[in-house]
Nanobody, 117 residues
Framework: QVQLVESGGGLVQAGGSLRLSCAAS????????MGWYRQAPGKEREFVAA????????RYADSVKGRFTVSRDNAKNTLYLQMNSLKPEDTAIYYC??????????WGQGTQVTVSS
């Protein structure tokens, strides 16, 4: 099984930037896809961005297109989310996940991102 650990969250002013990281360990050879989701207080978890692990093909939610960039480092088994031009509505707990054959979906513990106005 794959284990995931997120890092990089914090408090930033509107218009600022943060980079989140998600380090994968365990059966990383089985990973097919990795992604970022977020959950704001009182709201359901929503898709943010994802990347196909082998090809690097990325996809984004409309709300973050042009501001966020998802990338991965295959050698380090690490997923990144570069977040620019942050808005208060981006405030949420950000989770990464990994999809492996089966399919099996694993989630990280989450990292808090707070954007002040």
């Amino acid at each position: 099984q794959v284990q995931l650990v997120e890092s990089g969250g914090g408090l930033v002013q509107a218009g600022g930037s943060l980079r989140l990281s998600c380090a994968a360990s365990g059966r990383t050879f089985s990973m097919l896809d990795m992604g970022w989701y977020r959950q704001a207080p009182g709201k359901e978890r929503e898709f943010v961005a994802a990347i196909t692990w082998s090809s690097g093909s990325a996809r984004y939610a409309d709300s973050v297109k042009g501001r966020f960039t998802v990338s991965r480092d295959n050698a380090k088994n690490t997923l990144y989310l570069q977040m620019n031009s942050l808005k208060p509505e981006d405030t949420a707990i950000y989770y990464c996940n990994a999809v492996s054959g089966g399919p099996m979906i694993v989630w990280g513990q989450g990292t808090q991102v707070t954007v002040s106005s």
